[in-house]
């Protein structure tokens, strides 16, 4: 499917849409959140024009996010986005939501999620538009804690990533083991079914939802010495990823030596300089944005019945992968290169 396909729009939208309050603009189209945050300049305000309220942190992935969804709406829609920083406080997002009285809110990450989510709690009588949800872990549980939201999840199927692997190394890929809190419990019994299609066993152990690292090398060394796995998932869960001197206390001092290669869901995870994750599958940032600029359009074509709308998964996906770590620990297929987005040495 092409971008351009991804981004097609159904048309007898805009007569409903010009009925939603209008969104004020900050002056000069400036950025508004945060104080002392990067300046992002939105597209000029214009009159009678239904808006979009975009809240996110600046970092690249997230820009990179926006710019095709910016690029995507803006003929159609106003654009007001909102930095969202750790000194952020459901008041201030949610404030300025209300102020702005877009016809969709585009909310990117967990944190800012949470952030409206409380704000909605404090105020039960203030009115919830239509919320998309992006670049965001567990987005159906996520879904559940705002009044009226859909959105585009950001894991990628495990089969995808454990196909992909298979691509790319000669040693073989039909166990693949993971590690999983109880919130995560049902996304991985999902990927079960997904993955016996492709004759892989995942292999799963539960973890407490305050596994120590201690704990999680124990649970890894299960699947890798007592459950015999030819690879190991690691899930977008902050609470086993946590930060880097976690996942040197963990992951990589249990499997630094393993021979058994990590599938990971973050890019900046695949790195020779550093290695730990052998092959990355993430979502195509741009075309995530263009994916998300569609489900507005067509939320729009629906009168903002959010309801009618389950959460999608993404559309593209892009590969990363560790040449060198491949290449020397696990094998490299002599026609891996044609399956890999970057690969990395």
């Known amino acids: 499917m092409s971008q351009r396909a991804v981004c097609s729009r159904r048309s007898g939208w805009l007569l409903m849409s010009l009925c939603v309050a209008l969104a004020s603009c900050a002056p000069g189209g400036r950025l508004a959140g945060a104080p002392g945050s990067a300046a992002i300049v939105d597209p000029p305000a214009r009159g009678g024009v239904p808006s979009i309220f975009l809240a996110m942190p600046s970092s690249p992935s997230f820009l990179e996010v926006r710019k095709s969804f910016v690029s995507e709406v803006r003929k159609t829609f106003d654009v007001r986005t909102f930095v969202v920083a750790p000194t952020t406080t459901p008041d201030d997002l949610g404030t300025a939501i209300q102020r702005a009285r877009p016809a969709c809110v585009v909310l990117m990450n967990n944190a800012t999620i949470n952030l409206v989510g409380r704000y909605e709690l404090a105020h039960p009588a203030?009115?919830?538009?239509?919320?998309?949800?992006l670049m965001a872990s567990l987005i159906e549980e996520m879904q559940t804690t705002l009044k009226r939201a859909t959105g585009i999840a950001y894991e990628v199927p495990g089969v995808t990533a454990f196909v992909n692997l298979r691509s790319v190394i000669k040693a073989p890929v039909n166990r693949v083991g993971v590690i999983y809190r109880p919130t995560l419990r049902k996304f991985v019994e999902r990927q079960r079914g997904l993955a016996a299609r492709e004759h892989i066993d995942i292999v799963s152990i539960p973890v407490a939802s305050d596994v120590s690292a201690d704990e999680l090398r124990e649970a890894l060394d299960g699947l890798v010495k007592d459950r015999h796995v030819d690879a190991?998932?690691?899930?977008?869960d902050n609470a086993l990823v946590r930060d880097a001197q976690f996942r040197d206390e963990a992951w990589r001092a249990e499997l630094g030596d393993s021979k058994v290669p990590l599938?990971?869901?973050?890019a900046n995870l695949v790195n020779p300089d550093s290695p730990l994750g052998a092959l990355a599958v993430v979502p195509d940032h741009e075309a995530l944005g263009l994916q998300a600029?569609?489900?507005v359009f067509e939320l729009a074509?629906?009168?903002w019945r959010v309801e009618l709308h389950p959460v999608e998964l993404p559309v593209s996906v892009k590969t990363v992968v560790d040449i060198r770590l491949v290449r020397e620990n696990f094998g490299l297929r002599p026609e891996a290169l044609r399956h890999v987005d970057r690969a990395l040495e």
């Open 126 to 133: 203030e009115p919830s538009p239509p919320t998309v949800l």
């Open 232 to 236: 190991v998932w690691m899930l977008n």
């Open 263 to 266: 599938i990971v869901g973050v």
């Open 293 to 295: 600029a569609n489900m």
């Open 301 to 303: 074509d629906d009168r």
